[in-house]
């Protein structure tokens, strides 16, 4: 059974910094691609972030030059590294293992979500 399961959300205030990571198993991570997405109250779930098996990086333009993904194949562990949060970045960020080894945007392209972490930023 895969299971992946966020961690580090929390209350900050804008213009700081969190750093979000997501635990897997069940599968065999680092031939994968892993990513990020995040629903805000009210809204659709949207893309933020993505890594490829190779550690090739993609953003939404949202959050472009403030945030990083990384992984750690060795701990099968993916980071979001958050900085300078504003507050429209406060929702529920879940983690997303994706179907192939490439990178992905869209929700039918993930075959695994973890339960979310919030974060919630304040002005």
């Known amino acids: 059974q895969v299971q992946l399961v966020e961690s580090g959300g929390g209350l900050v205030q804008a213009g700081d910094s969190l750093r979000l990571s997501c635990a897997t198993s069940?599968?065999?991570?680092?031939?994968?691609?892993m990513g990020w997405f995040r629903q805000a109250p009210g809204k659709e779930r949207e893309f933020v972030a993505t890594?490829?098996?190779?550690?090739?990086?993609y953003y939404a333009d949202s959050v472009k030059g403030r945030f990083t993904i990384s992984r750690d194949n060795a701990k099968n562990t993916v980071y979001l590294q958050m900085n300078s949060l504003k507050p429209e970045d406060t929702a529920v960020y879940c983690c997303?293992?994706?179907?192939?080894?490439?990178?992905?945007?869209?929700?039918?392209?993930?075959?695994?979500w973890g339960q979310g972490t919030q974060v919630t930023v304040s002005s």
């Open positions: 997303a293992a994706g179907r192939s080894a490439l990178i992905f945007r869209r929700t039918n392209e993930v075959d695994y």
């Open positions: 069940g599968r065999a991570f680092s031939g994968y691609a």
């Open positions: 890594i490829s098996w190779n550690s090739i990086t």
